[in-house]
């Protein structure tokens, strides 16, 4: 297992499940108020086995379709990397 999947294995998985997130690869998807939030990583392409970048993708959408259809974070209304909400506005 490489850096980036240790982490997210060790680490974000389960706190996104513990918060009521279903993951679908590296997307997790929980539905909330009518509402889909969608949390997405997205892997730099220059990773390596001992080090890994990556960022996340927030988004929000109504939630207009079936209870188990998967949203990705690219289909949602409103979307923005996570880097983009720090004051700094730039990926960290």
């Known amino acids: 297992m490489n850096a980036f999947e240790r982490v997210i294995a060790q680490e974000l998985a389960p706190y996104l499940g513990s918060v009521g997130f279903l993951r679908h690869g590296q997307t997790w998807n929980r539905r909330m108020d009518g509402v889909v939030q969608v949390i997405s990583v997205q892997r730099s392409m220059t990773n390596t086995e001992l080090d890994s970048r990556f960022t996340v993708n ?3 959408t109504p939630d207009t379709r079936p209870t188990k259809a998967r949203v990705a974070e690219h ?3 409103a979307r923005q990397r996570i ?3 720090r004051p700094e506005r730039q990926d960290h």
């Open 83 to 85: 880097g983009f909400l």
């Open 75 to 77: 289909e949602c209304q």
């Open 58 to 60: 927030i988004g929000v």
